[in-house]
């Protein structure tokens, strides 16, 4: 695994290894790329980054775009090269759910833990899926949904 | 490396107690409870709870303008408030299409540096304080006030510094300055080294920190953790020379690295680095172009072109990014903040697992975690 | 005056004559009426040991003024790490909705007399962030709050005035401690 991989060919390696599931592939910039991905195949996908040298998971992110999808956003860059990959997978927005990354990079707990209790994405198989920032009053409220009516909160 | 024992469950054998480190303690940067299992002196579970400065800050910045937004990412991280202005306005003049100019960048890159001095002084004061060596906390915060002064002469602000603007920087250096920084910081290379010579001499210190919470480069790679701890494992991995930003590839500096990856070669690390940053500063001083610090063109009212970007940098505690999302307003759609902290602070409990009730307070503040910057 | 810790009256044997009894809230009051409070507020003015509590980019600010340059040990202001050990607590930052029942058992393990320091403007009504979710902005209906300190952060010289201000309120009987509800006619 040499550094001559770790670079935007990747992005071409990815694409011909997950024909259906990758999709919408831009290069922006030499040490950016983008990405979408079906949910359904996101653990293969980042399996196949871990083995070719995309090791260092750098964030998992929720966005919301009433009124019918939701998307998660991966960041993974390597430690060894510049390049950042955002991947990027839609689910439908009344029953979000997505497998959990936990068994491919140890540090995507935590991450996944905060897009949960924020927005209300399920992560399959995660374990210990409980709140980290919010009192357990607020699970269920997901408050950084665009349609949260606790904000602004003016007690 | 599993989760299991990073989850605490009820004690099951009377020899064993749960023991609640927070979340108000003497050795807390910021409020945070460290859940520990211990079986007479050794720690067999180990959960750290945040949350309990919990802000919010992703949601109230959907609802402020681009400009309004810079004073408050300053308090994302208070100690490295000047990394954080940098990082979200190369972001944002990604989205506009714009760069700073050649002045201003040297002039960040003084900033940042400055900053990060500040930064490691004060972590490895309250480290100090931690391990018991009170003498030292004090010697750091007095170098400390040095460095502050410096910055308060260009940005006008003891902390929290919103100097950095779209385009350029607030305003420039007032006169007389190169001859005051390289004064003052003369004499503070003078003071640490005799501080790095009185950490590494005294016996006591050498018997708590050497060999003590050591975390490998694999298991580091593993949990996803970057910055000094990581550099003190071995690997060279500083984003001012794996992506150089600003003016970093026209600078000459070492990544300052160590082998061992214990306690002990962390704050090494922290300690070289500060001499390392003062060299940055006395380049920058001498190579600084003369021209205007910003550019004149910056809309008072931004509004980027639909898009998103993700903006990286060297913070002092590791790697800081930020995640914008502009839908063509004047308020971001989504803004996601990934603080070094965060990592570093989720690679706490594993460490811990497996050592003793007394290495706590070291092994914690050696990681050096901003307690605002994991909960925002 | 002796055999306090018993209310008047509470005594069952036959007192022997020239014995008088009295109870501790009594000698309290008399001191509290007498000249002799000025001698205790003088001591309690001149050693108000704060706790070092950081909680947010004011908790910096704090630690800063109690060691070398602003030094506060000039004035007897030392920083105690725990509760029970101080007199003063200064919020410094921001109290969520999740910290809030900590830091009330921490003020209530602090003994009397004690008084409250807020400090910042995330303390006095929730700061840049007062419209977020897990913000508490009215802290000054749950604590008796004796001095605000205004400023994002207030510079180390205004927490010094603070808490010559709070020395001030002391000597002069008008904190807290004395007068527990503005309502009642306090400052």
Redesign the interface.
């Known amino acids: 695994m040499g550094d001559e991989k770790i670079d935007k060919t990747i992005m071409i390696e990815l694409s011909n290894t997950f024909k259906d599931a990758v999709s919408d592939v831009d290069v922006p910039s030499p040490?950016?790329a983008?990405a979408r991905i079906d949910p359904g195949k996101v653990k293969e996908i980042m399996q196949f980054l871990l083995d070719n040298g995309f090791?260092?998971?750098?964030?998992v992110?929720g966005?919301?775009y009433p009124p019918d999808k939701m998307e998660v956003?991966y960041?993974v860059t390597s430690?060894s090269?510049?390049l950042?990959i955002?991947l990027k997978a839609s689910l439908p927005r009344d029953d979000p759910n997505i497998d959990s990354l936990?068994g491919i990079?140890?540090?995507a707990?935590?991450y996944e833990r905060e897009t949960y209790e924020?927005y209300g994405i399920k992560f399959n198989d995660c374990?210990?899926m409980k709140?980290?920032?919010?009192?357990e009053e607020?699970e269920g409220e997901w408050?950084?949904r665009k349609d949260?009516a606790?904000?602004?909160?003016?007690? | 490396m599993t989760h299991e024992a990073t989850q605490i469950t009820s004690p099951t054998k009377p020899s064993e107690i749960l023991l609640h480190l927070g979340p108000q303690h003497p050795l807390q940067p910021g409020p945070f409870l460290l859940d520990l299992k211990i079986e007479g002196e050794t720690i067999r579970e180990a959960e750290l709870k945040i949350g309990y400065i919990h802000k919010g800050m992703e949601k109230v910045f959907e609802d402020r303008t681009y400009l309004q937004i810079l004073p408050l990412t300053d308090r994302i991280c208070y100690l490295a408030s000047n990394s954080n202005n940098d990082v979200y306005c190369r972001g944002v003049e990604e989205l506009l299409g714009i760069e700073p100019t050649e002045r201003a960048k040297y002039l960040r890159v003084l900033t940042n540096e400055l900053c990060r001095l500040q930064s490691h002084l004060l972590g490895i004061g309250e480290y100090a304080t931690d391990v018991g060596f009170l003498t030292m906390f004090i010697y750091m915060v007095r170098e400390r006030e040095g460095v502050v002064s410096l910055l308060e002469a260009i940005t006008g602000s003891r902390l929290n510094h919103n100097y950095a603007r779209f385009g350029g920087v607030a305003n420039d250096l007032p006169p007389g300055y190169k001859e005051m920084a390289l004064k003052t910081l003369g004499e503070l290379k003078k003071q640490v080294k005799s501080h790095d010579e009185m950490l590494s001499s005294d016996s006591i210190y050498l018997r708590r920190t050497k060999g003590v919470g050591v975390l490998t480069a694999k298991e580091a790679g593993e949990l996803g953790v970057a910055g000094p701890p990581l550099r003190a494992a071995g690997v060279e991995y500083d984003l001012r020379r794996m992506e150089p930003y600003l003016v970093y590839d026209d600078l000459d500096f070492k990544v300052i690295t160590q082998t061992d990856g214990d306690v002990f070669s962390r704050v090494k690390v922290r300690l070289l680095e500060i001499l390392e940053s003062i060299y940055i500063i006395e380049q920058c001083l001498d190579q600084m172009p003369s021209g205007p610090y910003k550019q004149d063109v910056t809309p008072y009212i931004t509004r980027p072109k639909p898009g998103e970007v993700y903006a990286r940098i060297e913070d002092p505690r590791g790697e800081m990014g930020m995640y914008i999302i502009s839908d063509g307003s004047d308020k971001p759609y989504r803004f996601r903040i990934r603080g070094p902290a965060f990592a570093t602070a989720q690679a706490l409990p594993p460490l811990l697992v497996g050592g003793y009730v007394a290495d706590v307070a070291a092994i914690a503040a050696s990681m050096d975690s901003c307690t605002s910057e994991v909960d925002r | 005056m002796e055999e306090g810790g018993l209310g008047m009256g509470e005594i069952e044997a036959e007192l022997p004559p020239n014995v008088t009894v009295t109870s501790a809230s009594a000698i309290q009051e008399f001191i509290k009426n007498s000249p002799l409070q000025k001698i205790v507020n003088w001591g309690r003015k001149n050693s108000l040991w704060f706790m070092t509590h950081p909680m947010g980019c004011c908790g910096i600010e704090q630690i800063c003024v109690g060691v070398a340059h602003y030094d506060t040990d000039r004035f007897g202001i030392i920083p105690r790490c725990s509760p029970r050990q101080a007199d003063v607590m200064m919020i410094s930052g921001y109290v969520s909705k999740k910290y809030l029942p900590a830091l009330q058992r921490v003020w209530d393990q602090m003994l009397e007399p004690k008084w409250i320091l807020m400090m910042g403007e995330c303390a006095i009504s929730g700061g840049p962030w007062w419209e977020s979710y897990s913000t508490v902005t009215h802290l000054d209906e749950i604590f008796p709050v004796d001095i605000y300190i205004p400023g994002c952060p207030p510079r180390p010289e205004a927490l010094l005035q603070g808490f010559i201000e709070l020395q001030k309120k002391i000597v002069a009987e008008q904190d807290r401690t004395v007068i527990p509800n503005p309502a009642d006619g306090g400052v």
């Open positions: 040490n950016r983008v090791d260092h998971l750098s964030c992110s966005v919301d956003v960041h430690y090269a510049p950042v955002t936990c990079y140890w540090n707990n935590w924020l374990p210990y709140v980290l920032l919010l009192i607020m408050p950084l949260y606790g904000y602004p909160d003016l007690t």
